[in-house]
């Protein structure tokens, strides 16, 4: 396994960019640790796949290098990385039997029979795939074809990684659970780098220790689950993740008032220092899970009117309205909500400010 490294990385499929618009993956330093298991998250288009393909040398970046443990690789055929990649739908041999696509990856590399024998049913083992192994791979469902994609890409050890790209798409949802997690527990048995493309937040929020966030060719933040929910770097990170995601109200300043529409805000001071040091368009940013009601007048609350009450069980999802914004509010299900005038509390240590969709303060 390696480390891989991004020094100045950047691709414009146009080869001469004129602004940062025209990159399909925008300029970067980035490190990807030996062993780290990563999710790269992000909508349809937003540089994924070519970042991908960087790394398995599938594209030669615009600029800038891909170093594997410090080698400087950007040049590097495809078959001198050392990579195993797992795609969408299965890639196998369907005439050989499931233990022989298994071995292949092993046989090709004139790893010594013995050990093949020994590795195939180890991975076999891992992915429930043991029952399978005399069969032929074209009798099988399409669950099932992936399942033995995955092993193949998990087979070696001597990959630098393993790139899953949007691998449990063709797996049902039952099963897409329970490969996330045997994912997890084979990562942790084995230390494998992995990086798993997808833009499923629940896919990337159980299956990596760090998680990538990508938007428009950027990657706006890099971090643990709970980094990325707690203290989103960027606007894009807090709406992306969350269901739903996080509520944004413009605000502005007024010498020392923090104004939201009309009504005054009373933050603490802090973060109101924060906000003056800003210069750029600022946002308060609050996940639906830390708004409260509050008393009318209550510190760092406004005047709302809830508009919808919808019971979810475990928790009501509130929708409120005020000054021409919506806000939503994630509440227990024990609580007696009523629609109508209602006060909310908006600014407190969980919430967040952003100047220019960045976060600022603390
Ligand atoms: N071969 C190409 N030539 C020109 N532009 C391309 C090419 N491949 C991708 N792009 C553009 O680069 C940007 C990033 O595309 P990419 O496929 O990397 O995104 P993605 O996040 O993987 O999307 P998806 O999840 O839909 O696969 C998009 O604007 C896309 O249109």
Redesign the pocket.
């Known amino acids: 396994m390696a480390r891989i490294e991004f020094k100045n990385l950047g691709h414009a499929?146009s080869g001469n960019p004129a602004s940062l618009k025209d990159y399909?993956l925008q300029p970067m330093n980035m490190v990807w640790e030996d062993g780290g298991a990563y999710a790269l998250l992000?909508?349809?288009?937003?540089?994924?796949?070519?970042?991908l393909n960087i790394i398995s040398g599938l594209l030669q970046p615009s600029e800038g290098q891909v170093l594997f443990d410090g080698r400087d690789m950007t040049r590097m055929a495809t078959r001198d990385r050392n990579i195993a990649q797992v795609f969408q739908f299965p890639v196998l041999y369907d005439t050989m039997s499931v233990f022989d696509n298994l071995a292949f990856p092993l046989r090709n590399r004139k790893i010594a029979e013995r050990e093949v024998q020994a590795r195939v049913r180890e991975i076999a083992e891992m992915l429930d795939l043991t029952r399978d192994l005399k069969q032929r791979a074209a009798g099988l469902s399409a669950d099932a074809k992936q399942k033995i994609s995955l092993g193949r890409g998990l087979v070696r050890k001597d990959v630098a990684a393993i790139l899953f790209d949007?691998p449990l798409t063709v797996i049902d949802p039952h099963m897409k659970w329970e490969l996330r997690q045997k994912l997890k527990e084979i990562h942790h048995q084995l230390k494998l780098t992995l990086i798993y493309?997808t833009?499923d937040q629940v896919e990337a929020l159980t299956f990596a220790d760090e998680v990538v966030v990508?938007t428009e060719?950027k990657v706006v933040q890099q971090g643990k689950p709970e980094a990325l929910f707690l203290r989103p770097d960027h606007t894009f990170v807090g709406y992306f993740i969350g269901s739903p995601g996080m509520n944004f109200c413009p605000v502005r300043l007024e010498g020392d008032a923090v104004l939201l529409g009309q009504q005054r805000l009373q933050i603490e001071a802090a973060q109101l220092q924060a906000l003056k040091n800003s210069n750029g368009e600022l946002k308060l940013g609050i996940r639906p899970e830390f708004v409260e009601l509050a008393a009318p007048g209550a510190t760092g609350a406004v005047s709302a009117e809830i508009t919808q009450v919808q019971h979810l069980g475990t928790s009501q999802l509130v929708t409120a309205q005020f000054e021409g914004m919506s806000v939503k509010a994630r509440l227990s299900p024990e609580m007696k909500i009523a629609t109508g005038n209602q006060w909310l509390r908006l600014a407190k240590p969980e919430t967040i400010y952003f100047s220019n969709d960045e976060r600022i303060g603390r």
């Not at 992000?42 to 970042?51: I, V």
């Open positions: 499929y399909a992000g909508p349809s288009g937003c540089g994924k796949s070519t970042l949007e493309v833009h990508m060719g």
